[in-house]
């Protein structure tokens, strides 16, 4: 894997602001980290789903950026995801690959894990810009 680009490059304010780490991004492939936080947190006191989804969407924009250059933008066009199992405390980490890497577009699956259990699995198209 290639060497990892600046956290400033990688991270947004939303990002910032929910909690996500960068682990690690190159060739088409990222590993982004979400620690459990009490602003995280459902009805049910377990992560909320849309946590998890843009701990999903953004490590997949991550690696679509490694996989096109961190000098183009990349958008979301759809995304899919299966939730499997809740998560009450600890830490996930989401691994997305660029399944496709076209002139205009780019599929990539991502999954979710809680230590070596699986949270949730999820596959997404984005646009080139």
Known sequence: MSEMPSRDIMISAFSENIGLEPVRIGDGEAEVSLRMAEHLRNRGNVMHGGAIFS?????????CSSAH??????VTLECKINYIRAVAEGEVRCVAKVLHA???SLVVEAEVFQ???LVAKGQGTFAQL
């Open 55 to 63: 701990l999903m969407d953004v490590t997949m924009g991550l690696a």
């Open 69 to 74: 250059g961190f000098d183009r933008q990349s």
């Open 102 to 104: 076209g002139r205009r």
């Open 115 to 117: 230590g070596d259990k």
